[in-house]
């Protein structure tokens, strides 16, 4: 478990840096925030399949940057919220789900 959550930690760092980044430029490239914005939208998907909800953000999300910062927090709040509420053997579960194409997989978290 003390794995995932360094890697919920790199991964907050990680929106971080690249929001103080984007915060520093007079004006942000629509590409970078659209293509920072699709990351977050794919870290919402993967969250919302592990929680076992419906995802609430599209994979290409239309974003500004304050919806960047808040996705981002939302993001990591509901991982390390995910990861707590784990068994020691939680981590090795099945996780079903259906993808933006329509085709059902079953993976294992771990």
């Not at 990351?39 to 974003?63: D, M, N």
């Not at 390390?80 to 993808?99: K, M």
Request: hydrophobic residues 45%; aromatic residues 6%; neutral net charge.
């Amino acid at each position: 478990m003390e794995h995932l959550k360094r890697l919920i930690d790199h991964l907050a760092w990680a929106d971080e840096r690249t929001l103080g980044g984007l915060d520093t430029l007079p004006t942000v490239d629509p590409k970078i925030l659209g293509t920072y914005a699709h990351v977050l939208g794919a870290e919402h998907i993967w969250l919302a399949r592990l929680q076992g909800k419906a995802a609430t953000v599209a994979v290409w999300p239309t974003l500004s940057l304050a919806e960047c910062r808040r996705l981002a927090a939302d993001n990591a709040a509901g991982l390390r919220a995910v990861v707590a509420g784990l068994a020691p053997t939680g981590a090795q579960a099945d996780v079903t789900y259906t993808n933006t194409a329509g085709v059902t997989f079953t993976s294992t978290r771990h």
